[in-house]
């Protein structure tokens, strides 16, 4: 599978923003998606995930209630809205498929297939 992720720009502080990751492949549906974030100079962290129904999603604690991952299947896409967004919210974000069921811990070694990055700059 490959993926492709847009959506991304500069925004000011407090405002939204959503991403999107657009997949290519029959396949896309039987896939769990994580969305990851690398700030410069920091490693890359683990944002949302989500199920490949959709009915089950987790969240980094930094980003809960303001952060919100879905997807459509239909589309091929998985989405994540933010909302709030704060200066430290500043990255690059990444989407990524996994085949393992631990996909929701977090770990981006456990990701198979990435998609390049799309960069949010939030000014305070």
């Known amino acids: 599978v490959q993926l492709q992720a847009s959506g991304g720009g500069l925004v000011q502080a407090g405002g939204s923003l959503r991403l999107s990751c657009r997949a290519s492949?029959?396949?896309?549906?039987?896939?769990?998606i994580g969305w990851f974030r690398q700030a410069p100079g920091k490693e890359r962290a683990f944002v949302a995930a989500?199920?490949?129904?959709?009915?089950?999603?987790y969240y980094a604690d930094s980003v809960k209630g303001r952060f919100t991952i879905s997807r459509d299947n239909a589309k091929n896409t998985v989405y994540l809205q933010m909302n709030s967004l704060e200066p430290e919210d500043t990255a690059a974000y990444y989407c990524?498929?996994?085949?393992?069921?631990?996909?929701?811990?977090?770990?981006?070694?456990?990701?198979?297939?990435w998609g390049q990055g799309t960069e949010l700059t939030v000014s305070s």
């Open positions: 990524a498929a996994s085949k393992s069921a631990s996909y929701s811990r977090g770990y981006s070694s456990v990701y198979d297939y």
């Open positions: 492949g029959r396949t896309f549906n039987s896939y769990p």
């Open positions: 989500v199920s490949w129904s959709g009915g089950n999603t």
